[in-house]
RNA sequence: GCCGGGAUGGCGGAACUGGUAGACGCGCUGGACUCAAAAUCCAGUAGUGGUGACACUGUGGGAGUUCGAUUCUCCCUCCCGGCACCA
């Protein structure tokens, strides 16, 4: 799954990044330390026969640690445990204060939100294991920072290397022991001259403040080498060299290896919940685990089940549980744990591909269909949703049932909408959010602060800030009040022209009336030109510099829509430029100005036919944003089938080629003029027509001129000195 | 705390590959039409100075690269989203 995020291209490159950190491969070394006066009877584990070239006895108790830093393994200075872990429940039973603070570590947030801010708390074991190199005794710590679901559940601390270990060893007295210097520390030292400023002491070691590069690898963020020292034998090696010598004499001893560990969890199955999808599984006490017959699939939960907090409450349900064994006709339980909802989101778009299958997951016909070409949903899923729909698919495609490798070609995510957040909080009680519809924003009798108060008993009502726009903050925004007052074409059409869909917006209705108002001017339009007659086509050659013009600036148009909606996807600058061919088709016909006492109106049979083209082409740019108008307009415009049936207009390359085009001229990078130069202009002409102009000699004259920049169709730039 | 994203006029936003900053829309101002209003149409609208032509300043803050930076590099501030202390 990290590797294939490379086979798609064009998903956003944020939510790329999202998923290959949320898969957190990381590679180091997995290496135990001996238990000291522990057997691994006494943790309840079985004995197992230790590899060749161990040093370990049989029933040796080991800590497993897991360590992207082997490098610094020689300033390891204790060890931490979590609070579930097996040492640790050992050391427990003898020590009533250790059984009540690993109690208490059980009871905590596991919200990472929480515990990146929480007071790291630990407490010593009173055990110590063995060091694999050094065979200096190491004290054992429980820690309330160790994840028991993550590796081993514990870890090797190296606080001169470690931010997390050195505040923990700070805090409980522990030593720390420097074996990583920079090459700038070790320069200073020696009393080298060029770094022995101020500036340079942030690369000294000093155990009693953290410094950043004390916990980065191979080099600092500025490049300054780092590499081992109090190392012993691995004294000046750098990270991946001492690594690997690290790593091969733990091997030596049979006491450890390199690793690669991953940070993805498999929650699709084991995040439990009454209400997923129930996995059709029978546990027999003679026959084992029996999968459930086809014919009484599916399973189906009871929908009366009423969770209480404690537990799974399907286990509660003997209706539920107890039933026969399939295969022996014995009493036998169901199983009650559930699959995640991420799992039925996973793959129902593959089913919904294969839609006739009566017999299978999927069929063939989803080959056909899938992948999808382009998906749209929420940035919110950029992790979950959208990696568990890689992992299925994969699964999927193993087992045969599918031929591709991902789902979906193509991602759009679109930003989240924010709005105000309401609310008020009673002296004992909920805290209760009002719609922001509901609320009105004013300025108080004092003319200074702005206050917000409920329109219904027009109270007061605390400002919670801007946030998502959720259902528990009550601050969301119903479209269908918009599609009522204006409908929903203008409803749309504003929408699309806010900003750009992957762009977190900030919700406001200021503006809606821009939206009706264009698409009135361009009704109005449409049927001004119908009401005048049918049109002629368009003759290429016989049309004026005026019509040619129009002509150009529609084909413009043109590319350039077609480009915002394939390749681009804005549909914000899609719109802005119709409307600015709107504008332009207002003044090239203006015979809908109330007046009309200027001079602009082309009613000339070319006029028209150049119009009819214009307007033709309006409506199929328009169609996939205003589905209804435009409708509605095409058929006016005299075509009967349907818009959405019309062939997307191609752009005629003859209407765009114009004789000229203007420059921007610069002197010293500021615009001081602009040139009208021949398409064809060789850049000496260009040059000299640009120092002729009158205001760029006022910034000329007297000065030397050090060079030209002509960059061909866009601009000239005078460098003086 | 970590990860991801963002900051441009009064407001939403545009500027796509380093090349005219502010397209388009809202709002506002003035005008036309009207007995009047609404609607509609026309014009103006980053700030400062100037009758004007123009000039100076300006894309969250500070440095840098470049003939030229909203765009690239480094540092900082604030805002939004996500989060499982990942060893």
Redesign the pocket.
Known sequence: MLGDLAKLPDWP??VR??QA??I?K?V?VRFAFRVNGVTRSALGSPPSPSGRGSEVEDDEALLWV????ADTIMGVTFCAVAAEHPLATHAARSNVKLAAFIDECKHGS????D????E?KGMPTGLSVVHPLTGEPIPVWVG????M???E?A??AVPAH?E?DFYFAKQYGLPIKQVITSAIEERRKKGDADVQGDGYAVFDFDPAQWKEWYGEKGKT?TSVSLYCINSGKYNDLEYSAAVDAIAADLNAKGLGEKKTMW???D?GISRQRYWGCPIPIIHCAHCGDVPVPDKDLPVVLPEDCVPDGSGNPLNKRADFVNCKCPKCGANAQRETDTMDTFVDSSWYYARFASGRSASAMVDRETDYWMPVDQYIGG??HA?LHLLYSRFWSKVMRDLKLVSYDEPFKRLLTQG?V?NHIFFRKPANGRIQYFNPADVEVKIDNTGIQIVAILKSDGQLVEDG????MSKSKNNGIDPQQLIELHGADTARLFVMF???PE????W?D??V???A??L??LWKLVHTHVGMGTAARVEVAVLNDAQRAMRRMLHETLA?VT?DYAR?R?F??AI?SV??LI?AL??FD?S????STRGGDDHSTQGRAVLQEALDNVVIMLAPIVPHISHALWQALGHDNAVIDARWPSVDAAALTRSSI?L?V?V?????GHIEVALDAKPADIEAQALADA?VQRFTAGKQIKKV?V?PG??V?V?VA
């Open positions: 490159e944020r990044t999202m950190n949320w957190g990381s180091g897991f360590t992207t830093r596991v919200m990472e939100a515990m990146a801010t929480m790291k309330n920072y160790v994840l679901s993550y590796g559940g870890v090797m470690d997390r963020t940070r993805l969890r929650w940035i919110e992790i989240m924010l800030g801007i946030g998502t806010a900003a750009p762009q977190t917006l900030e406001s200021a503006g009336e821009g939206a108002r264009f009135k001017r350039k480009d681009r804005t914000n600058t802005a409307m600015e504008n207002y003044k203006d809908h100005r109330v007046g203007e921007v610069q010293n990078g500021k615009l001081r205001n920049i960059v866009k601009l730039n460098v």
